[in-house]
Protein backbone atom coordinates (compact mmCIF):
# COMPACT_ATOMS: atom_id res chain seq x y z
CA UNK A 1 0.00 0.00 0.00
CA UNK A 2 1.35 3.14 -0.75
CA UNK A 3 0.77 6.39 2.19
CA UNK A 4 -0.20 9.65 1.14
CA UNK A 5 2.31 12.20 0.56
CA UNK A 6 0.46 16.37 0.96
CA UNK A 7 2.30 19.41 -0.57
CA UNK A 8 2.27 21.80 2.16
CA UNK A 9 -0.70 23.08 3.94
CA UNK A 10 -2.55 21.55 1.07
CA UNK A 11 -6.02 22.61 1.02
CA UNK A 12 -8.60 19.91 2.71
CA UNK A 13 -5.51 17.66 4.57
CA UNK A 14 -6.44 18.18 8.21
CA UNK A 15 -3.43 19.16 9.80
CA UNK A 16 -2.27 19.12 13.07
CA UNK A 17 -0.45 22.07 15.44
CA UNK A 18 3.06 21.15 17.27
CA UNK A 19 5.60 22.84 18.76
CA UNK A 20 9.17 22.86 17.31
CA UNK A 21 11.74 21.13 20.15
CA UNK A 22 14.26 23.58 19.60
CA UNK A 23 12.57 27.05 19.47
CA UNK A 24 9.43 25.97 20.80
CA UNK A 25 7.72 27.80 17.86
CA UNK A 26 3.87 26.36 16.75
CA UNK A 27 4.44 24.81 13.15
CA UNK A 28 1.77 22.77 11.13
CA UNK A 29 2.21 19.06 10.20
CA UNK A 30 0.06 16.57 8.64
CA UNK A 31 -3.13 14.38 10.44
CA UNK A 32 -2.72 11.19 9.67
CA UNK A 33 -6.04 8.81 10.24
CA UNK A 34 -3.61 6.39 11.94
CA UNK A 35 -4.60 2.86 12.82
CA UNK A 36 -3.64 2.56 16.44
CA UNK A 37 -2.51 5.04 18.82
CA UNK A 38 0.56 6.69 19.27
CA UNK A 39 1.69 5.37 22.19
CA UNK A 40 1.01 1.86 21.23
CA UNK A 41 3.15 2.37 18.44
CA UNK A 42 5.59 3.85 20.29
CA UNK A 43 5.81 0.55 22.61
CA UNK A 44 5.73 -1.43 19.45
CA UNK A 45 8.74 0.58 18.12
CA UNK A 46 10.37 0.36 21.57
CA UNK A 47 10.18 -3.21 22.28
CA UNK A 48 10.61 -4.19 18.48
CA UNK A 49 7.58 -5.69 18.52
CA UNK A 50 5.78 -4.85 14.60
CA UNK A 51 5.45 -1.09 15.02
CA UNK A 52 2.79 1.10 11.98
CA UNK A 53 5.28 3.90 11.72
CA UNK A 54 8.70 5.11 13.02
CA UNK A 55 7.94 7.83 15.86
CA UNK A 56 8.54 11.26 15.88
CA UNK A 57 9.15 13.28 19.55
CA UNK A 58 6.86 15.89 17.16
CA UNK A 59 3.79 14.29 17.10
CA UNK A 60 4.07 10.67 19.39
CA UNK A 61 5.89 11.76 22.46
CA UNK A 62 5.68 14.28 25.55
CA UNK A 63 8.54 15.01 28.19
CA UNK A 64 8.48 15.95 31.54
CA UNK A 65 11.05 16.44 34.05
CA UNK A 66 9.17 17.78 37.65
CA UNK A 67 12.09 16.84 40.14
CA UNK A 68 14.94 18.89 41.44
CA UNK A 69 18.11 17.60 39.39
CA UNK A 70 16.62 18.38 36.10
CA UNK A 71 14.30 21.58 37.16
CA UNK A 72 17.90 23.77 38.45
CA UNK A 73 19.34 22.57 35.04
CA UNK A 74 16.28 24.18 33.35
CA UNK A 75 15.83 26.89 35.43
CA UNK A 76 19.11 27.89 33.91
CA UNK A 77 18.95 26.54 30.36
CA UNK A 78 17.91 29.38 28.98
CA UNK A 79 20.96 32.16 30.55
CA UNK A 80 22.45 34.50 28.33
CA UNK A 81 25.00 34.47 30.43
CA UNK A 82 27.26 32.19 32.28
CA UNK A 83 25.12 31.02 35.25
CA UNK A 84 25.98 29.14 38.70
CA UNK A 85 23.27 26.78 39.83
CA UNK A 86 23.37 23.58 42.78
CA UNK A 87 21.57 20.62 41.98
CA UNK A 88 19.98 18.47 44.61
CA UNK A 89 23.11 15.96 45.96
CA UNK A 90 24.89 19.78 46.59
CA UNK A 91 27.19 19.69 44.16
CA UNK A 92 27.72 23.42 41.83
CA UNK A 93 27.51 23.61 38.35
CA UNK A 94 27.59 26.60 35.90
CA UNK A 95 25.99 27.04 33.01
CA UNK A 96 28.22 27.94 30.24
CA UNK A 97 26.42 29.96 27.39
CA UNK A 98 29.35 28.79 25.14
CA UNK A 99 29.12 25.20 25.22
CA UNK A 100 25.73 25.35 25.11
CA UNK A 101 25.25 23.04 28.48
CA UNK A 102 26.68 23.13 32.47
CA UNK A 103 30.12 22.15 33.85
CA UNK A 104 31.28 21.64 37.24
CA UNK A 105 32.37 24.64 38.95
CA UNK A 106 36.00 24.22 38.79
CA UNK A 107 36.79 23.98 42.69
CA UNK A 108 33.59 22.10 43.55
CA UNK A 109 33.94 19.04 45.37
CA UNK A 110 31.89 17.15 47.66
CA UNK A 111 33.65 14.19 48.59
CA UNK A 112 36.76 14.81 48.18
CA UNK A 113 37.49 10.91 49.46
CA UNK A 114 35.33 7.92 48.53
CA UNK A 115 36.06 5.73 51.46
CA UNK A 116 34.20 8.81 53.18
CA UNK A 117 30.84 8.62 51.05
CA UNK A 118 28.87 7.27 54.50
CA UNK A 119 29.95 10.59 55.75
CA UNK A 120 29.66 13.45 53.27
CA UNK A 121 27.39 12.21 50.78
CA UNK A 122 23.94 13.36 51.68
CA UNK A 123 21.26 11.75 49.26
CA UNK A 124 17.75 14.04 48.42
CA UNK A 125 15.04 13.35 50.85
CA UNK A 126 12.50 11.94 48.05
CA UNK A 127 9.84 12.27 50.48
CA UNK A 128 10.24 15.56 51.47
CA UNK A 129 9.41 16.23 47.72
CA UNK A 130 5.44 16.71 47.02
CA UNK A 131 5.30 14.36 43.90
CA UNK A 132 1.63 14.13 44.19
CA UNK A 133 0.83 17.74 43.90
CA UNK A 134 3.09 18.04 41.11
CA UNK A 135 1.49 15.31 39.02
CA UNK A 136 -1.75 16.32 39.80
CA UNK A 137 -1.29 19.73 37.98
CA UNK A 138 1.10 18.22 35.06
CA UNK A 139 -1.95 15.69 34.26
CA UNK A 140 -4.72 17.57 35.07
CA UNK A 141 -3.60 21.07 32.75
CA UNK A 142 -0.79 19.88 30.69
CA UNK A 143 -0.15 15.75 30.15
CA UNK A 144 -1.54 14.43 26.90
CA UNK A 145 -3.02 10.94 26.94
CA UNK A 146 -2.44 10.91 23.09
CA UNK A 147 1.45 10.87 23.36
CA UNK A 148 3.92 9.08 25.24
CA UNK A 149 5.23 10.09 28.37
CA UNK A 150 8.84 10.06 28.59
CA UNK A 151 10.73 10.97 31.64
CA UNK A 152 14.16 11.71 33.05
CA UNK A 153 16.18 10.35 35.95
CA UNK A 154 19.10 12.73 35.21
CA UNK A 155 22.82 11.33 36.22
CA UNK A 156 23.58 8.04 36.50
CA UNK A 157 26.09 5.94 38.25
CA UNK A 158 29.84 7.30 37.25
CA UNK A 159 28.34 10.59 36.56
CA UNK A 160 27.02 11.08 39.85
CA UNK A 161 30.50 9.47 41.38
CA UNK A 162 32.16 12.40 39.13
CA UNK A 163 30.10 15.00 39.84
CA UNK A 164 30.57 14.22 44.00
CA UNK A 165 34.26 14.23 43.78
CA UNK A 166 34.57 17.33 41.38
CA UNK A 167 36.05 15.78 38.07
CA UNK A 168 37.14 13.08 35.83
CA UNK A 169 40.32 12.87 37.67
CA UNK A 170 39.59 12.21 41.18
CA UNK A 171 36.92 9.52 40.49
CA UNK A 172 38.70 7.53 37.67
CA UNK A 173 41.45 7.34 39.94
CA UNK A 174 38.81 6.07 43.05
CA UNK A 175 37.46 3.40 40.47
CA UNK A 176 41.05 2.04 40.35
CA UNK A 177 42.41 2.77 43.73
CA UNK A 178 39.26 1.71 45.89
CA UNK A 179 36.89 -0.30 43.75
CA UNK A 180 35.19 -1.58 47.11
CA UNK A 181 34.47 1.52 48.25
CA UNK A 182 32.94 2.63 44.72
CA UNK A 183 30.74 -0.51 44.49
CA UNK A 184 29.39 0.19 48.31
CA UNK A 185 28.75 3.61 47.05
CA UNK A 186 27.07 2.45 43.71
CA UNK A 187 24.81 0.53 45.46
CA UNK A 188 23.54 2.73 47.55
CA UNK A 189 22.60 5.30 45.16
CA UNK A 190 20.88 2.23 43.15
CA UNK A 191 18.51 2.03 45.98
CA UNK A 192 17.98 5.57 46.22
CA UNK A 193 17.76 5.73 42.05
CA UNK A 194 14.81 2.88 42.47
CA UNK A 195 13.00 4.73 45.31
CA UNK A 196 13.14 7.78 42.99
CA UNK A 197 11.63 5.98 40.06
CA UNK A 198 9.02 4.30 42.34
CA UNK A 199 8.12 7.23 43.09
CA UNK A 200 7.80 8.61 39.45
CA UNK A 201 5.89 5.67 38.24
CA UNK A 202 3.19 5.77 40.97
CA UNK A 203 2.61 9.18 40.61
CA UNK A 204 2.84 9.46 36.53
CA UNK A 205 1.82 7.02 33.65
CA UNK A 206 5.22 6.67 32.36
CA UNK A 207 6.28 5.05 28.89
CA UNK A 208 10.11 5.81 28.51
CA UNK A 209 12.25 6.47 31.37
CA UNK A 210 15.80 8.62 29.98
CA UNK A 211 18.49 7.46 31.61
CA UNK A 212 22.37 9.44 31.49
CA UNK A 213 25.84 7.96 32.14
CA UNK A 214 28.56 8.93 30.17
CA UNK A 215 31.29 6.39 29.34
CA UNK A 216 33.73 7.82 27.56
CA UNK A 217 35.45 10.71 25.17
CA UNK A 218 35.51 10.75 22.07
CA UNK A 219 38.95 9.28 21.77
CA UNK A 220 37.81 6.21 24.26
CA UNK A 221 36.04 4.84 27.43
CA UNK A 222 37.42 6.39 30.25
CA UNK A 223 37.54 3.27 32.18
CA UNK A 224 38.45 -0.44 31.57
CA UNK A 225 35.62 -3.34 30.51
CA UNK A 226 37.31 -5.04 34.07
CA UNK A 227 36.34 -1.68 35.76
CA UNK A 228 32.83 -2.08 33.58
CA UNK A 229 32.36 -5.13 34.21
CA UNK A 230 32.87 -5.37 38.23
CA UNK A 231 31.55 -1.89 39.41
CA UNK A 232 29.64 -0.68 36.98
CA UNK A 233 27.30 -3.39 34.82
CA UNK A 234 25.71 -5.12 37.84
CA UNK A 235 24.08 -1.56 39.16
CA UNK A 236 22.89 -0.71 35.91
CA UNK A 237 21.87 -4.07 35.22
CA UNK A 238 19.77 -3.77 38.22
CA UNK A 239 18.30 -0.61 37.73
CA UNK A 240 17.45 -1.32 33.73
CA UNK A 241 15.70 -4.86 34.72
CA UNK A 242 13.47 -3.12 37.70
CA UNK A 243 12.37 -0.42 35.34
CA UNK A 244 11.25 -2.54 32.45
CA UNK A 245 9.56 -4.88 35.42
CA UNK A 246 7.36 -1.64 35.83
CA UNK A 247 6.15 -1.81 32.01
CA UNK A 248 8.90 1.02 31.30
CA UNK A 249 11.03 1.43 28.60
CA UNK A 250 14.72 2.74 28.63
CA UNK A 251 16.41 5.35 26.70
CA UNK A 252 20.04 5.40 27.64
CA UNK A 253 21.89 8.59 27.20
CA UNK A 254 25.70 7.56 26.66
CA UNK A 255 28.19 9.75 25.40
CA UNK A 256 31.59 9.38 24.10
CA UNK A 257 33.48 6.40 21.74
CA UNK A 258 32.43 3.44 23.86
CA UNK A 259 32.35 0.96 20.83
CA UNK A 260 33.90 -1.52 23.36
CA UNK A 261 31.20 -1.47 25.51
CA UNK A 262 29.06 -2.37 23.24
CA UNK A 263 28.58 -6.26 24.02
CA UNK A 264 27.66 -4.84 27.93
CA UNK A 265 25.18 -2.63 26.35
CA UNK A 266 23.95 -6.09 24.36
CA UNK A 267 23.22 -7.89 27.60
CA UNK A 268 21.76 -4.46 29.24
CA UNK A 269 19.25 -4.31 26.21
CA UNK A 270 18.11 -0.53 26.52
CA UNK A 271 15.05 -0.05 24.25
CA UNK A 272 16.99 3.00 22.98
CA UNK A 273 20.48 4.19 22.86
CA UNK A 274 20.91 8.02 22.55
CA UNK A 275 24.67 7.96 21.29
CA UNK A 276 27.09 9.99 19.62
CA UNK A 277 26.72 9.44 15.41
CA UNK A 278 29.80 11.17 14.99
CA UNK A 279 32.38 8.13 16.85
CA UNK A 280 29.45 5.34 16.31
CA UNK A 281 28.89 3.39 12.79
CA UNK A 282 24.75 3.60 13.50
CA UNK A 283 24.44 1.50 10.73
CA UNK A 284 26.95 -1.27 11.88
CA UNK A 285 25.94 -1.08 15.28
CA UNK A 286 22.46 -1.89 13.75
CA UNK A 287 23.67 -4.97 11.79
CA UNK A 288 25.50 -6.17 14.72
CA UNK A 289 22.93 -5.28 17.52
CA UNK A 290 19.62 -4.94 16.33
CA UNK A 291 17.78 -7.28 17.94
CA UNK A 292 19.25 -5.85 21.80
CA UNK A 293 18.80 -2.42 21.28
CA UNK A 294 17.45 0.10 19.00
CA UNK A 295 17.82 3.92 18.61
CA UNK A 296 16.94 7.73 19.61
CA UNK A 297 18.33 8.95 16.11
CA UNK A 298 18.79 12.03 14.37
CA UNK A 299 18.79 11.91 10.44
CA UNK A 300 21.36 9.93 8.92
CA UNK A 301 23.31 12.70 6.97
CA UNK A 302 22.12 15.79 8.34
CA UNK A 303 24.46 18.33 9.92
CA UNK A 304 22.42 20.22 12.19
CA UNK A 305 24.63 23.50 12.43
CA UNK A 306 24.57 23.91 8.74
CA UNK A 307 21.66 25.47 6.66
CA UNK A 308 18.48 23.18 5.94
CA UNK A 309 19.24 20.62 2.79
CA UNK A 310 17.20 21.13 -0.29
CA UNK A 311 13.43 19.43 0.27
CA UNK A 312 14.90 16.47 -2.05
CA UNK A 313 18.07 15.87 -0.40
CA UNK A 314 16.21 15.48 2.44
CA UNK A 315 13.72 13.32 1.57
CA UNK A 316 16.44 11.12 0.62
CA UNK A 317 17.74 11.33 3.80
CA UNK A 318 14.67 10.46 5.38
CA UNK A 319 14.69 6.97 3.83
CA UNK A 320 17.99 6.34 4.03
CA UNK A 321 17.91 6.90 7.98
CA UNK A 322 14.25 4.22 8.05
CA UNK A 323 16.19 1.92 5.59
CA UNK A 324 19.35 1.57 8.02
CA UNK A 325 18.12 1.86 11.53
CA UNK A 326 14.34 1.30 11.20
CA UNK A 327 14.07 -2.16 10.08
CA UNK A 328 12.01 -4.17 12.92
CA UNK A 329 11.86 -1.31 14.56
CA UNK A 330 13.94 -0.01 17.52
CA UNK A 331 14.07 4.16 16.25
CA UNK A 332 12.84 7.32 16.79
CA UNK A 333 13.30 9.74 15.09
CA UNK A 334 14.41 13.36 15.87
CA UNK A 335 14.10 16.59 13.16
CA UNK A 336 16.01 18.95 13.92
CA UNK A 337 15.38 20.87 11.04
CA UNK A 338 14.60 24.49 11.13
CA UNK A 339 12.14 25.54 8.11
CA UNK A 340 8.99 24.52 9.25
CA UNK A 341 8.05 23.55 5.25
CA UNK A 342 10.64 21.00 5.17
CA UNK A 343 9.76 19.93 8.64
CA UNK A 344 6.29 19.18 7.17
CA UNK A 345 7.63 17.14 3.74
CA UNK A 346 9.56 15.54 6.60
CA UNK A 347 7.28 14.58 8.94
CA UNK A 348 5.13 13.47 5.81
CA UNK A 349 7.83 11.36 4.35
CA UNK A 350 9.08 9.33 7.53
CA UNK A 351 5.55 8.55 8.55
CA UNK A 352 4.75 7.41 4.71
CA UNK A 353 7.61 5.66 4.30
CA UNK A 354 7.87 4.28 7.41
CA UNK A 355 4.57 2.67 7.34
CA UNK A 356 4.98 0.95 3.84
CA UNK A 357 8.47 -0.47 5.19
CA UNK A 358 6.56 -1.83 8.36
CA UNK A 359 3.07 -2.66 6.22
CA UNK A 360 6.08 -5.31 4.16
CA UNK A 361 7.62 -6.14 7.20
CA UNK A 362 4.35 -7.72 8.82
Known amino acids: MSFPRYEYLQSGVPTVTEKMRATGAEISLPKFDRPISAVENFMRAAQRNKP ?43 MIVSAGGPMLTPGTQVMGDV ?26 NTYNPEKALGMDIGLGFTERLVSLMGGYTDSMYALAAEPEACIDFFEAFLEWELRHFDKLIEHYPVNMITYHDDWGSEK ?16 TKKLFDYIKSKGAVIEFHNCGNINRFMPYLAELQPEFMQIQRRVIDF ?46 GGLYLNMWIKDPELIWYAYNELYAYSSEMYERER
Do not use: N
Request: a negative charge; hydrophobic letters at 40%.
Open 283 to 328: PAIKKQYGDKFGFCGAIEGLDMMAPDPSKDELLEMIRHTVDVLGSG
Open 220 to 235: DTFFSPAMMESMIFPV
Open 115 to 140: TEWEKVVKFPDLDKWDFKSAADDYLK
Open 52 to 94: YWVPSPLTDMQSHHPTDHISHFLSVAGAKEDTPFRDWFGCDWT
